[in-house]
């Protein structure tokens, strides 16, 4: 065997290891209103985890008026029947549908953003009384038959309460919907019951796997959209939470245990940290406020920060090793890690900003896509469960595992420098391309650009990297040979 093939597999065989030590199937979402934002823009985000060698693909659907009518999904055989009207959105989908498309996130040309889902748990009394639905609507089918239908995030969790109210829910799940105005954030507690709130403007909210929403404001549909009759249920079913006329969601629904303790809770901490340093507070609270304001107006850097963040400068930190059995927001599972930004400082046309960090953000770059797109760049359409040289996911994949053997001089020494200049680069790009894109009256020819740009920003950043990883391939033979070296001569 190669030696670079034993450097790679070494790096691997440390993620595996990783892979057993929390749920494959958790994430990390960050919502960020436009008031608490430096350029007035709504902010959604998540690292969606999964599997060490799961690729994830970049993907548009073209806007038509004779779209695919019935729905079937190949996760659960949950089906609907859809308009044949349908819009242009984004998505990234798993690399095979064997198993459910799982679009996950996307903007559609409405500038709605949508990020599905969050993974949670519905405590046994909720669920014994209104069971989850076999055949119901999951996360695998809800990006595809909601997004294309949208014009608003409030608009996101009627048609999404509609279907789970009318179909049912095969599992528990937090989802967030964005415009340009407002952000909403939805969850579902059991098999027909729903709850969701609008953020506050200048607020922000980290969402680990825990269903999180509090208190429900009754007969305020602008504060609150909420399943019809779940007042009752809750009072009939003698669900926590219920008290003098009022309701806690996640009381009533949702798990306040030991595993949050380690794998939820700890993950709201690191981001509050970092958003609002001022607010002191204890790693092992049970009881961390979902809501707050942050210290300064947050940029899309600093929501990278966040989403990199392995209790970064703490005590805990130890590059996403589960220091204190406490579950970190960037680990080794992390497929994909997206920011949904629709701006409101620029033409409508070009609003829509899909940040894509493939892998694991900590070692990779967010490239920001135009979503006025029509297609995607070559190398985030391919990729399986195999390594491919040519895929944007395993190029940045690749990164990650030659980085774990040596995470704290890898990282420093090689990995932020190319980050910070990559990153620079990605921005001075998007300036550029937006003043160009502003003089472009054809939607044809402006599609064109932005599809073209999309492109350039990808291969940059990828080619970058490449270049990095044959850097850090080759250090890493030397760094073997040191330590052959030291254990021969210990020997």
């Known amino acids: ?9 070494a790096g691997l065989a440390i993620i595996v290891i990783f892979a057993g030590a ?30 060490t060698n799961w690729a994830k693909h970049f993907v548009v659907h073209n806007q ?12 659960n055989g949950f089906t609907i029947t859809l308009s044949p009207k349908q819009q242009r959105y984004t998505a990234t989908p ?45 996360e695998d089918a809800m990006l595809d038959v909601t997004l294309p239908f949208i014009h608003s995030a409030r608009q996101g969790v009627q048609r999404l309460g509609k279907m789970i109210s009318k179909f049912g829910a095969a599992e528990s799940d937090g989802i967030v919907f964005s415009d340009k105005n407002e952000i909403w954030y ?17 607020y922000y909210a980290i969402i680990p796997n825990q269903l999180s929403i509090g208190k429900l404001v009754l007969n305020n549909s602008k504060k609150c959209l909420i399943s019809k009759g779940i007042i009752t249920f809750i009072k009939r079913h003698h669900l926590s939470g219920y008290k003098m006329r009022e309701a806690n969601f996640a009381r009533a629904f949702g798990t306040n245990n030991k595993q949050d303790a380690t794998d939820n809770t700890p993950r709201i901490w690191d981001g509050q940290r970092l958003l609002t340093p001022s607010r002191k507070q204890n790693i092992q609270s049970r009881h961390l406020p979902l809501l707050m304001k942050p210290d300064k107006k947050v940029t899309i850097n600093k929501v990278s920060d966040v989403l990199s963040s392995h209790f970064s400068g703490t005590k805990y930190d130890s590059k996403g090793r589960w220091v204190g059995k406490y579950r970190p927001i960037n680990m080794p ?23 894509l960090a493939m892998a694991s953000p900590d070692t990779s770059v967010y490239v920001p896509f135009y979503t006025n797109i029509n297609a995607t760049p070559q190398s985030y359409q391919i990729g399986t469960d195999h390594y491919d040289p040519n895929s944007a996911f395993w190029t940045y994949k690749l990164t990650s595992t030659l980085v774990q053997p040596y995470p704290t001089s890898f990282t420093t020494q090689y990995i932020k420098p190319i980050q910070k200049a990559v990153e620079s680069h990605m921005q001075r790009a998007l300036n550029q391309s937006d003043q160009v894109a502003e003089q472009l009256a054809s939607t044809t020819a402006l599609q064109n650009y932005l599809t073209a740009s999309n492109q350039q920003k990808a291969n940059f950043a990828q080619n970058k990297f490449k270049q990095l990883n044959a850097k850090l391939i080759t250090q890493s033979t030397s760094e073997i040979f040191k330590e052959l ?3 021969i001569n210990k020997g």
């Open 485 to 487: 070296h030291i254990h």
């Open 333 to 355: 599972m992390n497929d994909e890690s997206h920011i949904l930004q629709i701006r409101k400082t620029v033409p409508k046309t070009i609003a829509g900003i899909q940040w």
């Open 186 to 202: 939805m969850e579902i507690g059991a098999g027909h019951q729903w709850a969701a709130i609008q953020i506050p403007a200048n």
């Open 64 to 75: 038509t008026s004779q779209g695919p009518t019935h729905y079937l999904s190949k996760g």
């Open 1 to 9: 065997m190669k030696l670079y093939q034993k450097v790679v597999l």
């Open 94 to 138: 798993d690399w095979t549908s064997k198993h459910g498309t799982y679009g996950e996130d996307g903007i559609n040309e409405s500038n709605v953003a949508m990020s599905a889902t969050e993974s949670t748990n519905s405590n046994k009394r909720a669920t014994q009384a209104d069971p989850f639905i076999k055949k119901g609507i999951s």
């Open 22 to 51: 929390t749920q494959a199937s958790a994430c990390t979402t960050l919502v960020i209103g436009n008031h608490a934002t430096k350029d007035g823009s709504t902010i959604i985000a998540r690292n969606e985890d999964n599997a």
